[in-house]
């Protein structure tokens, strides 16, 4: 049966200043035993029918439309059937709702680029046509994905100073200037002693963890970290033990028995133990509650890695993540990682901490010898950024881009909440996942979505669990109210259409009947 | 008490005896078995069994004090403040032909920027009107909204650069190819390595948890041996055979040696021993080959027979991001497959737009820029033979030099004092930096890179100064 949630956590504390408002609920609403079985129908379906097409394509009543090897016959195959049974047999059908191009900035708006099929979805023609569409999609968490502004203009005029590239790694000659005044910027952002930048968000963690853990050693990470951190977390040669989303008493069990019985076969102690946790995770929109998992890394003397990927910018009244959210001292957290691809609207990550910990970082990283430094304009675009951010360039612009993006997830939350939808996650995270269960729901959702002008993003098995297919909405400070509520207009006649409603919590209500002046109080 | 037994009394012993013994006789088989059983068992447990150790659960008292005992390392050792990478040099402006350190000019023997392509008016114009019209992240992966018209349109570009059906991009060198095995590569499947092949390529060896068997550089006879022994391990068990999936890795032009692969006799071997070639062009394209499309062209090989080529955007094309190209059948299964393209941001437009001005030139000038670096290459080549005291390995036709001191001389710290002394006279140089876990560590090397643009005038200089640094730091 399907893995059925039911948790519901009141967070410890509140936010300290600024934004007016109360509790903040992390929900995960339990899924309906009938959606949930007509889900695994439905996957059972297709599966059979699946099986039945190979069958005709193997005695050639169906023409195979995959690719072939161009190797001769009696080479091992490259890919197993089994393998791409998924792909062949039921990602084919709607893979027109995936990795739609677009011919634009990836900002509020986006111009989706049309794609036509005459084989059902096996080869794509682009009609030409750019679909305007609000964009719901991309990782715009602050809006600064601009072609125009202070940040492009820096960007631009480094091209002029310092060209594209610079050739070379980080330990050879690829330390420019910029390099050291965006880490010492990000260090004062992050209100740490020292930071170092990378060139991509995901090579900063799988390129780093193996400098930071090594044989003996224990990570702990959550059930539903990012590939990166899994990667790297494999690639150290450390044990790896996950723990249950967000639980922490299953962390602190594991943690204990760790300690207690040390390393398998062995049993000696474990030299060091590195509990890795995300801020706000992607799919779930969930943030961790880094307070309990603070409380327990002093307990057992155990450091913490805390990716701030999803949440840097986004989350806290300063917009300093989850460590300004819970207002935690930043030191209580031994590493720092994020990404300057989503808030920052450039590309690249970082990892600060303490100088000792950056320095060693600094040598033994696996990009500062082997990959190209950052680009000029890549960094330039961040540290501009991080000034309007942390208020340098004398305006309140990233204040009110942090307050706005807050106004827009809770006014985009809590509608979709009241009409009934399932809404997973924390109510003030800007990811909002909006469960659709069922497979054939996905391309439904999304190509309704887009014909009502919403750039939408959905995600199925194996993304999720098999049972979770979800929509998930990234709310960005550059939608206006006008935009959200287009949005949102949008999946009240989607969710009308393909009954998207399950919640049992709230009554299902149409867009129209909700009370419009609860949720302009939202707006100052 | 015996002398009171009578004789009576020991004939009925003895009759009572006998009875018991016909009693045997007459007792089923079942009956006999289970006593003799019984018999057997009892003197087990007398004599052989070994007391079991009575388990003790530890009390919570027990596990407390543990847990008080344990004291970790701390997270990282500390470290030498005086290490190369803490210590590096920083620069100011475009890093090209010239570069600026401290406020002086210097002439740029280190950077990868084999084409001098650093800097370029027109790239830098093309990268300009990408942030005009796109702004400078793509603020998603490729399947959120992360795919632009304008990776589409390098793709394509990549793809009929090499002639090949199908071309990928990814928006880090490091990751393509450490993405790239593990997608392919599963567990019980072989991989075929050469030793002297770049860190990336070695963390996506270990990535896909394959057997690997690593074969010394370059060698060919090394090679067929493993191959050979494969194959009988095969013929003992055909049918584990038939499910494993061979890959050949190679470099083209090897990066951290600085020679060029035997590729045709890889080639050769692929149809006999059945494995699929996977080539890193990383050094080799645009440098190598009379339009430079590589080793495949430098050697005319059909490029449908290596089954994948990946290479990177950061050396020669002067931009970020690498790519990989072969055919749809085997490019396509990455986009749902490699771990660095489904999970990480896309490539920024810009850097994007920059690649494909970067190919336009080397579409236009055809042969001329290629004839002149390899030509370069061959005369630098010469000329640093010339010197007395260096050794140069390596094809001549790479722009890209291990020069090392004869035989015990070569140490890492003389070789820092040729590049400092090479920097007092405005030359830059630098010593190839590894980490220490690489798989077969070279031997200290400075890694000089030649630039096409450099003129005669220019390598003699450097030579001059090489001989300088030379007499300075052997005496």
Redesign the interface.
């Known amino acids: 049966m399907p893995s059925v949630k039911t948790f519901e956590k009141t967070h410890m504390k509140k936010e300290p200043r600024g934004l007016a408002h109360s509790d903040s609920q992390e929900d995960f609403e339990e899924t309906p035993t009938w959606a949930a079985v007509i889900t695994v129908l439905g996957y059972a379906l297709l599966t059979a029918l699946g099986w039945l097409r190979d069958f005709l394509r193997n005695i050639g009543l169906e023409d195979k439309k995959t690719a072939q090897d161009p190797n001769p016959k009696d080479f091992v195959p490259l890919y197993q059937s089994y393998e791409c049974f998924y792909t062949r047999n039921l990602y084919t059908r709607i893979r027109d709702v995936f990795n739609q191009p677009i011919a634009s900035v990836a900002g509020a708006t986006v111009q989706v680029m049309e794609r036509l099929s005459t084989d059902f979805n096996w080869t794509f023609q682009f009609s030409g046509k750019k679909l305007p569409s609000i964009n719901l999609g991309s990782y715009n968490y602050l809006g600064f994905a601009e072609n125009c502004g202070p940040c492009s203009d820096q960007a631009m005029k480094s091209i002029e100073t310092y060209g594209i590239s610079s050739c070379s790694t980080r330990h050879e000659l690829g330390t420019q200037n910029y390099m050291n005044d965006l880490e010492s910027l990000m260090a004062e952002y992050l209100n740490v002693e020292d930071c170092i930048a990378f060139g991509m968000g995901f090579a900063t963690n799988a390129l780093n963890i193996p400098a930071l853990a090594g044989k003996g050693d224990l990570i702990l990470s959550d059930k539903l970290n990012h590939t990166s951190l899994i990667l790297g977390a494999r690639l150290s040669g450390a044990a790896v033990y996950t723990f249950n989303h967000n639980d922490i008493q299953d962390l602190e069990k594991r943690l204990r028995n760790a300690i207690i019985h040390g390393q398998p076969r062995t049993c000696r102690p474990w030299k060091k133990i590195l509990i890795i946790v995300e801020g706000v995770y992607s799919m779930e929109g969930s943030l961790c509650s880094l307070p309990k998992i603070i409380e327990l890394k002093k307990k057992y003397k155990t450091y913490l890695y805390v990716d701030e990927a999803h949440s840097i910018g986004a989350i806290g009244s300063r917009g300093r993540g989850v460590v300004d959210y819970w207002n935690v001292d930043p030191n209580d957290i031994d590493i720092h990682m994020g990404t300057f691809t989503k808030s920052f609207g450039s590309a690249g990550g970082y990892i600060a901490g303490k100088k000792s910990l950056i320095d060693h970082i600094r040598i033994y990283t696996h990009s500062g010898c082997y990959s190209a430094s950052m680009s000029a304009p890549i960094v330039f675009q961040i540290i501009s950024a991080l000034s309007i951010i942390m208020g340098r360039d004398g305006t309140n612009d990233g204040q009110k881009r942090i307050q706005q993006l807050a106004c827009n997830v809770r006014y985009f939350r809590r509608q979709l909440v009241d009409m009934g939808f399932i809404v997973y996650g924390n109510d003030n995270s800007p990811v909002v996942p909006v469960m659709i269960f069922m497979p054939a729901k996905i391309a439904a959702v999304n190509r309704e979505m887009l014909k009502r002008g919403c750039a939408v993003v959905t995600v199925g098995f194996p993304a999720t669990l098999l049972t979770e297919s979800r929509v998930r909405f990234c709310i960005s400070a550059g939608h206006t109210k006008e935009m959200l509520d287009h949005a949102l207009k949008a999946m009240d006649e989607v969710g009308d259409l393909v009954a998207l409603r399950y919640s049992k919590r709230n009554s299902p209500r149409r867009w129209h009947e909700l009370n419009r002046a609860d949720y302009d109080k939202e707006y100052f | 008490m015996g002398s009171s037994m009578t004789r009576g009394d020991i004939e009925s012993l003895a009759t009572d005896f006998y009875d018991l013994l016909e009693s045997f006789k007459h007792a089923p088989v079942y009956h006999l078995s289970f006593e003799i059983f019984l018999v057997l068992a009892v003197s087990w447990l007398v004599f052989f069994r070994k007391p079991r150790p009575i388990e003790k659960k530890?009390t919570e008292k027990e596990?407390q004090e543990?847990?008080d005992e344990?004291?970790?390392?701390?997270?990282?050792?500390?470290?030498d403040?005086n290490?190369?990478?803490?210590n590096?040099?920083?620069?100011?402006?475009?890093?090209?032909k010239t570069?600026e350190i401290d406020g002086r000019k210097s002439l740029?023997f280190?950077?990868?920027?084999f084409l001098n392509f650093?800097?370029?008016q027109r790239?830098?114009d093309k990268?300009?009107q990408a942030?005009?019209?796109?702004?400078?992240?793509?603020?998603?992966p490729?399947?959120?909204?992360?795919?632009?018209?304008i990776?589409?349109e390098l793709e394509e570009r990549l793809a009929r650069f090499f002639n090949c059906e199908e071309g990928i991009i990814y928006?880090?060198?490091?990751?393509t190819i450490?993405s790239i095995i593990p997608a392919?590569s599963k567990r019980n499947d072989i991989l075929f390595v050469d030793e002297g092949v770049?860190?990336?390529i070695q963390?996506g060896v270990?990535?896909s948890r394959s057997h690997v068997k690593w074969f010394r550089h370059n060698d060919i006879a090394d090679l067929e041996r493993l191959l050979a022994e494969q194959e009988i391990l095969d013929k003992k068990n055909p049918k584990k055979a038939?499910?494993?999936?061979?890959f050949l890795i190679i470099e083209g032009l090897y990066v951290n040696y600085g020679d060029i692969c035997p590729i045709q006799r890889m080639v050769e071997l692929k149809?006999k021993y059945?494995y699929?070639i996977f080539l890193d062009e990383s050094v080799s394209f645009g440098t190598i080959g009379q339009t430079g499309r590589g080793v495949t062209e430098y050697y005319n090989i059909d490029r449908?027979k290596i089954?994948l080529i990946s290479s990177t955007l950061?050396?020669a094309a002067?931009?970020?991001g690498g790519f990989a190209v072969g055919?749809?059948?085997?490019v396509?299964?990455q986009?749902?497959s490699a771990?660095?393209y489904?999970?990480?941001?896309s490539?920024?437009p810009?850097?994007a737009a920059?690649a494909i001005e970067a190919l336009n030139i080397m579409e236009e000038e055809n042969t001329t820029l290629f004839e002149t670096i390899m030509d370069k290459s061959k005369r630098l080549h010469k000329k640093i033979l010339s010197i007395k005291g260096y050794i140069v390995n390596g094809d001549e036709i790479s722009p890209l030099k291990h020069l090392r001191l004869t035989n015990t001389l070569n140490t890492i710290g003389r070789l820092e004092e040729i590049v400092q002394f090479a920097q007092s006279r405005d030359i830059?140089i630098?010593v190839a930096?590894?980490?220490s876990d690489e798989h077969r560590l070279p031997e200290p090397s400075i890694r000089l890179i030649l630039n096409v643009e450099m003129n005669d005038e220019e390598l003699e200089f450097l030579c001059t100064v090489l001989q300088e640094a030379l007499v300075k730091v052997t005496t």
């Open positions: 530890l596990k543990l847990i344990w004291q970790p390392e701390p997270l990282v050792p500390s470290v403040p290490h190369p990478a803490l590096v040099r920083v620069l100011d402006g475009i890093v090209g570069v740029n280190a950077t990868f920027n650093v800097g370029k790239i830098a990268a300009i942030v005009q019209k796109y702004g400078v992240g793509s603020c998603g490729r399947g959120f909204y992360g795919t632009i018209d990776h589409l928006s880090y060198g490091f990751s450490a392919y770049h860190y990336a963390k270990e990535a038939r499910s494993i999936r061979r149809y059945k699929r449908q089954d950061e050396y002067g931009s970020i055919s749809s059948f085997v396509d299964h986009r749902l771990q660095g489904c999970f990480s941001a490539l920024p810009l850097l920059a830059t630098t930096r590894y980490l």
